[in-house]
């Protein structure tokens, strides 16, 4: 029997991406990778690429052209590629795989041996790190970083530290972060579930924690069903206390009627009851 090696981990990778519809391919048919490091800041800011273009009556205006259709992701070109060697300022690495969306750089997964009792995921983080301080550009647009041996894997942002790694940070936690349950479109029985389920269907073990100075609580959205207790509260008074503002009064919103209840029947659909921590609770759900 053949031993268990990382390019089968690799192989695994690629895939499941493909399985999304991702095109793949190998790094070493592809030569080395060169990044320019303006195209990924235009991508990561999100505004575009100023270009110029002939208009109608002939003259030369200036457009943005958007580097990734962020309301149609299927107009975009994705790609994953493994085995991917990226040379800067001399120094030499092969990532393990890459993924790409319309040509930038956005997603860097490094694979350990699960075979192999040194090859750990603290070793792929660390193997990360050195990236990062060596082939930098590689990083300059980047919106994850995925580590894994092949039985565990863990995903981070760019300046995660290793155990902020699957750790899911919400700001303005109030909106959009709902829809345990499954909603029934009347006119064509499509079904469909909000962005909270999706995110924890994607990251079943991550932990979440929201940043908000709304919380909503209402009949049919509720922030601490969501993410749980508050863990911090930073309110009016110790805003005055700080003297970061001046003298006020406020009154927190009393919860709306049928509020435990919703928050159970959400718990249900979690598959579990949410674990309140002791004391003031930012609201934060393990």
């Not at 319309?102 to 997603?107: I, S």
Request: overall charge negative.
């Amino acid at each position: 029997m053949a031993a268990f090696a990382e390019t089968n981990v690799e192989e695994a990778a690629l895939a499941w991406v493909a399985e999304l519809g991702y095109a793949t391919a190998n790094g070493q048919d592809t030569g080395p990778d060169a990044v320019r490091p303006e195209r990924a800041r235009c991508c990561w800011q999100g505004e575009g690429v100023p270009v110029e273009t002939r208009r109608p009556d002939g003259n030369i205006g200036g457009e943005q052209a958007r580097l990734v259709d962020l309301d149609d992701p299927d107009a975009n070109d994705w790609l994953a590629v493994n085995q991917v060697t990226v040379i800067e300022n001399g120094a030499n690495r092969r990532a393990d795989v890459v993924v790409y969306v319309n040509g930038l750089p956005l997603g860097v997964a490094e694979l350990k041996n699960p075979g192999d009792g040194n090859a750990t995921l603290d070793g792929a983080w660390n193997q990360l790190q050195t990236y990062k301080a060596q082939i930098p550009l590689l990083f300059r647009g980047n919106a994850a970083l995925v580590i894994s041996d092949g039985l565990a894997a863990r995903i981070g942002s760019l300046t995660a530290n290793r155990e902020r790694f699957v750790v899911v940070i919400a700001d303005e936690a109030h909106r959009s972060q709902y829809g345990f349950e499954a909603r029934v479109e009347r006119r064509t029985g499509e079904v469909s579930y909000g962005f909270a389920r999706r995110l924890r269907d994607a990251l079943p073990n991550a932990s979440f924690i929201g940043f908000t100075g709304t919380p909503v609580e209402t009949a049919d959205v509720s922030t601490l069903a969501v993410f749980g207790d508050y863990t911090d509260v930073y309110d009016i008074g110790r805003a005055g206390g700080d003297g970061r503002a001046g003298a006020a009064a406020d009154r927190p919103r009393a919860g709306a009627a049928g509020a435990d209840q919703r928050h159970r029947r959400l718990d249900a659909a979690r598959g579990g009851a949410r674990q309140h921590p002791p004391g003031d609770a930012a609201v934060n759900q393990q």
